[in-house]
């Protein structure tokens, strides 16, 4: 076999299928009118397998999960499991055959306690009687919890778990069924660094139990950690197949994108900046309760991050900072001036951009086009007495999704008609060509691609270039180490501690988030 100039091997096309695989694709074709899908994949996983699936938004991963799961029918090829050829109408037909599905939001009734989620498509064990045997039901639930090494009563309600522990109910509910194949989908997509290692461990006792798993995944670090094999699909093809252990990070970056992407974190000197420089933003003694206290400056074309478990208050201090929320105590104060926003108008009048953590929920308006939604914030920057100019409107929309790279049908289709990637990029947009001083950005590469995310982090510095002050909350740590000039550290409702220059390391931020308890010191504050 031959190598090309990114290393990829050349192989049969479509890939290989190894001997012994629990699941195979061969020379799968999916088409969708004149858009071709999935065209001629073929790979395998082993029993007991980690398998990753990776490539870019529309490079066809979906599409053939949603083949497996039977939401969509083949074209041409064959799907095997275990060695015998299977074909699926429904989802419920693949779940009967072995095969459980863990998404990235998965299906739950919140109100509804533990157990009564994890039977959710499952018969109830009834008594003589006819009745729901609910001892039996929490008994069968806890082992299930056991399974996946969550410790919880399950007669609890839902709503009182943390995003791990629900995700891991997910899990636990999918090997209700003893699959012998567990897709997961994006299951970290929004999980912090601690939590997403909570997932991998049970993730590994899968492994020991012969579960082969397909893993998928934006978060590269983690096909790293948990991953015995990976393939990467690109443009609906499959690229290649290698052992993990066969890559570097760059290696895989590079066969996602199909060309040599540079280094995504090329740290810059942060600009100087004079004692008597004014910050941008800066909060004195805020808090309301579950923020304590909190004192922070950001100074022009700087970018700060903010580290914090889930539950700390990182997206709690955006939105309070956005008008989205009243501090009970304290002060926020932009360019020098106390601000006392009664509303999220009142703070882009003054300046204030916000790319939203949940971008279904408040990100944008579903009845309304890309390029509307786009618009979104400033309506009064396409109007001239009275009369709306939609022309010119449409025209700054389209100019700024294409800087960006928007994938989309045209800029007049649906915000719901794009990946969440593609979503994330358009709500993105709003703030590229905006008059804005300060944009906060909580998660703002959540559910994007490599290539997306090299784009957006090319758009923070440049906005960074032209003096807008970021505070940016992620739970991607090394998001944080690779764009942020210092990283403030949140636990507990407290700042903890600062870190800057060389102690902006992952190292350094895992430790700050466990172990140290000490204050910010006033020199750290400022």
């Known amino acids: 076999m031959r190598a090309n100039e990114l290393g990829e091997r050349s192989v049969a096309p479509g890939g290989v299928v ?70 699926f109408d429904h989802p419920g037909a693949a779940l009967e055959s072995g095969i459980g599905f863990v998404h990235q939001i998965p299906m739950f009734v919140p109100g509804l306690s533990i157990t009564e989620n994890l039977m959710l498509g499952v018969p109830f064990r009834r008594n003589a009687v ?44 999918a090997l209700r069924r003893h699959p012998s194949v567990l897709v997961l989908d994006e299951v970290t997509a929004s999980l912090t660094e601690l939590e997403v290692r909570t997932v991998h461990r049970q993730i590994d006792r899968l492994r020991s139990q012969g579960i082969a798993v397909l893993y998928v995944s934006h978060r590269l670090e983690e096909i790293f950690r948990v991953a015995d094999r990976v393939t990467v699909m690109r443009d609906g093809r499959h690229v290649t197949t290698l052992p993990v252990s066969d890559l570097t990070h760059q290696q895989l970056v590079n066969h996602i994108v199909g060309t040599k992407l540079g280094d995504l974190f090329v740290r810059h000197d942060p600009a100087p900046r004079m004692d008597d420089t004014v910050p941008t933003l800066e909060i004195d003694g805020l808090g309301d309760g579950k923020l304590i206290d909190l004192n922070l400056k950001l100074f022009p074309g700087e970018i700060v991050g903010i580290a914090g478990l889930g539950g700390s208050g990182r997206s709690r201090l955006l939105k309070m900072i ?17 601000c006392h926003f009664r509303s999220i108008a009142d703070a882009l009048a003054a300046g204030v951009g916000f790319v939203t953590e949940d ?28 009369i709306l100019k939609l022309r010119q409107e449409r025209m700054y929309a389209s100019h700024d999704a294409a800087r960006i790279g928007v994938k989309m049908p045209s800029v007049d289709a649906m915000m719901t008609q794009l990946s969440g990637g593609n979503q994330q990029k358009a709500i993105f947009a709003r703030w590229i060509s905006a008059p804005i001083r300060l944009l906060l950005l ?42 942020s000039d210092r990283v403030f550290v949140l636990r507990d409702g407290r700042f903890r501690s600062v870190l800057r220059d060389e102690e902006i390391t992952k190292d350094r931020i895992l430790h700050s988030l466990l172990d140290e308890e000490r204050q910010v010191s006033e020199h750290d504050k400022h």
Do not use: C, M
């Open 18 to 87: 190894d001997e012994g695989a629990i699941l195979a694709f061969r020379n799968i074709v999916k088409t969708f009118g004149p858009t071709v899908a999935v065209n001629d994949v073929s790979f395998s996983l082993q029993p007991g397998e980690i398998h990753a699936l990776v490539g870019e938004n529309g490079a066809g991963k979906s599409t053939l999960i949603r083949i497996l799961a039977g939401d969509h029918q083949p074209d041409s090829g064959t799907i095997t499991l275990d060695g015998a050829p299977v074909s």
């Open 130 to 173: 006819g009745l729901i045997d609910w001892a039996k039901a929490h008994a069968a639930a806890r082992q299930s919890l056991e399974q996946v090494g969550v410790d919880v009563d399950p007669k609890r309600s839902l709503n009182e778990l943390g995003p791990a522990e629900r995700q891991l109910v997910a899990v636990a509910r």
């Open 322 to 338: 956005y008008g989205a929320g009243a501090p009970q105590t304290g002060e926020i104060r932009l360019n020098g001036t106390a």
């Open 359 to 386: 971008r279904i929920a408040d990100g944008f308006v579903d009845t309304l086009p890309i390029w509307k939604n786009i618009t979104l914030p400033w309506p009064k920057r396409f109007s001239s007495h009275g």
């Open 442 to 483: 909580d998660e703002p590469t959540h559910g994007v691609d490599i290539r997306s995310k090299a784009q957006i982090y090319d758009l923070i510095r440049e906005l960074t270039s032209q003096g807008v002050g970021i505070l940016l909350v992620s739970s991607e740590i090394e998001e944080l180490v690779g764009l």
